[in-house]
């Protein structure tokens, strides 16, 4: 698996993006650099062993139904719980695990990656500052996750503006941003480098 930061540009015409977590695995297929297939599965089971099985299913399930010239996922981000890190590190194995069955190129990508190239970077000062005026004495955490959702939103808009897709699950929204920003950045049309 590559790292975007030290990819070659690959000649693909259908690009797959997969975000997966411990709840759901959602995907979206680029082809001739627009997205024109996209979804979640629900990740079902008891515990997060289960779970672990139950994405690897549901991701070989995919890939079987789409044959893509390469995967963007998203690559393993710091989390503050460990317990919530060690979940989605399960999760993100079974993932990996399919992909690597199936023989299919992949290339991690960071969440700041794809964001900031749909122009959704992190808030900077003035909209921290414009948020909590907007919402006095608010906690810490409640600015945080207003943020978080804010931004979610904002991914959704730029599909909604930019091609006319109506979404409203922010899984969609990430598993798009994922497949846009490689389409975008990382993937060539002709057999001739850029």
Do not use: C
Request: aromatic letters at 10%.
């Amino acid at each position: 698996m590559a790292v975007a930061s030290d990819a070659v540009k690959i000649r693909a015409d259908l690009v797959m993006g997969i975000d997966a977590s411990t709840k759901v695995i959602a995907f979206s297929i680029y082809e001739g650099g627009v997205p024109v297939r996209w979804g979640t599965y629900k990740i079902n089971g008891a515990d997060i062993y289960e779970r672990m099985l139950d994405t690897n299913l549901k991701a070989e399930a995919i890939l079987a139904a789409y044959e893509v010239d390469y995967v963007a996922i998203e690559a393993a981000v710091f989390v503050n719980s460990p317990d919530v890190a060690v979940k989605l590190a399960y999760v993100y194995s079974a993932t990996m695990l399919a992909l690597q069955r199936a023989g299919v190129k992949t290339i991690a990508v960071t969440p700041m990656q794809w964001q900031n190239h749909l122009g959704n970077g992190t808030f900077k000062k003035a909209e921290k500052d414009a948020l909590k005026a907007e919402f006095p004495g608010k906690s810490v955490s409640w600015y945080s996750n207003k943020t978080r959702l804010i931004r979610k939103q904002r991914t959704l808009d730029y599909f909604k503006n930019k091609y006319g897709i109506e979404i409203t699950d922010d899984n969609v929204g990430d598993a798009l941003g994922l497949a846009e920003f490689a389409t975008s950045r990382l993937t060539r049309v002709s057999d001739v480098q850029e």
